[in-house]
C-alpha cells in the first residue's frame, strides 16, 4: 500500500511540474515576443536607447514590488543568496551596457545572431554540472531551436566584416546571458524566486548612472509620449517576462525551458511583425520559423517522467 502511494504521489508530482514551467515559459515567450515586435519603436522616435534601459530598469520595480508583497517583503540575505542574486543581475544588466558598445562598432545583423546563441552556454552549463537530461523529442527539439535562433536576425549580405573589438564585445554578452539563465537555475535551488528577481531589480538600477553616462544629450531626444511613455509601455512587457522566467527556470529544467523561451519569443516576434507589415518572410526567417516551431513542439510534448533532473 505504501509502494503504491508513493508510486502515485510520484506520477502526481511529475504531472503537476510539467505544466508549471511550460506555463511560466510560454508567458515569458508571449510577453518578450510581444516585446520584440515594438521595443524598437522610441529608439526610432528618437528616444536614446540608452535611456530606454533606464526605463526598463524602472520598470522592473512595480514587478518586484509586487512579488515581494506576496512573499510577506521577505528578502533571502545570507552571502549565497547575495552572490546569486548579484551574480544573475549583474551579468544581465551588465550584458545589455556591453550590447550598446558592440551595436555601434559592429553590424547588427551579424551581432544579434551571435548573441541569439547564448541559450547553448545554458544547456551545455545545466548539462555538465547540474545532471539535467531529457528524452529523444527534448534533445531534438534543443537541437531545432539552436539551429534556429541565428536565423531570425541574420540578414546576409553586404560588404565583408573585419571581426574586430564588436566580435569580442558580441561574445562576452553570449557568455553573460547564458551564464546568467544557468546562475537563475542554480540560485532557485537554494533561494525563492522573489528574492532572486529583487536582485535582478536592484542591478538593474545600479546600472542606471552607467546608461546616463552614456547618453548623448547634445542631440535632440524624444520626451514626449512616443519616446518614455512608448518605452515604459513595451519594457514593462520585458520586466513582467523576466519575472516569469524567474518562475519557469524555478519548475522547469535549463536545457528546456531555455531554448523553448529564446526561440519561441523570436518567433512570435517575427509573426507579429509579419502581420503589421503584410508581408511573409523568406529565406533565412522563415526556415527559422519553421525549425522554431518544431523545437516548441518536441519540448513541450517531452514527458518529464523517467528523466533525471
Known sequence: MNTTTSTIQTKDAVGTSRPRWLGYALATTLLWGVW???????????????????????TMVPPALF????????????????????????????????????VKAGPTYLIFPLISLSPVITIALSFLFLRERTGAMGLGGIVLAVCALPLFDYTPGGAPQQYGLWFVLALG???????????????????DAESIFFYMTASALLFIPVALAMTDFSVPI?????????AAATQVLNA??????????????????????????????????????????????????????????????????????
Open 173 to 191: 554578452v553570449l557568455v553573460a546571458w547564458g551564464l546568467q539563465a544557468y546562475f537563475i537555475k542554480l540560485a532557485n535551488a537554494s533561494m
Open 67 to 102: 512579488v515581494l508583497a506576496r512573499a510577506g517583503w521577505r528578502v533571502r540575505r545570507d552571502g549565497r543568496a547575495i552572490a546569486y542574486g548579484l551574480a544573475i543581475g549583474l551579468l544581465g544588466a551588465g550584458g545589455q551596457m556591453v550590447l550598446f558598445y558592440a
Open 240 to 309: 513582467v517576462g523576466a519575472l516569469t522566467l524567474v518562475y519557469a527556470f524555478r519548475h522547469g529544467k535549463a536545457l528546456m525551458v531555455s531554448p523553448l523561451v529564446n526561440a519561441g519569443a523570436p518567433l512570435l516576434t517575427t509573426v507579429i511583425a509579419m502581420a503589421l507589415a503584410a508581408s511573409l518572410p523568406t529565406g533565412y526567417r522563415l526556415a527559422g520559423i519553421g525549425l522554431s516551431l518544431a523545437a516548441a513542439l518536441l519540448l513541450a510534448l517531452q514527458p518529464e517522467d523517467g528523466v533525471s533532473a
Open 36 to 58: 520584440g515586435a515594438f521595443t524598437g519603436l522610441p529608439s526610432q522616435n528618437g528616444f536614446p536607447e540608452t535611456l530606454v534601459y533606464v526605463v526598463w530598469a524602472l
Open 222 to 230: 524624444n520626451y514626449g509620449p512616443s519616446g518614455p511613455l512608448l
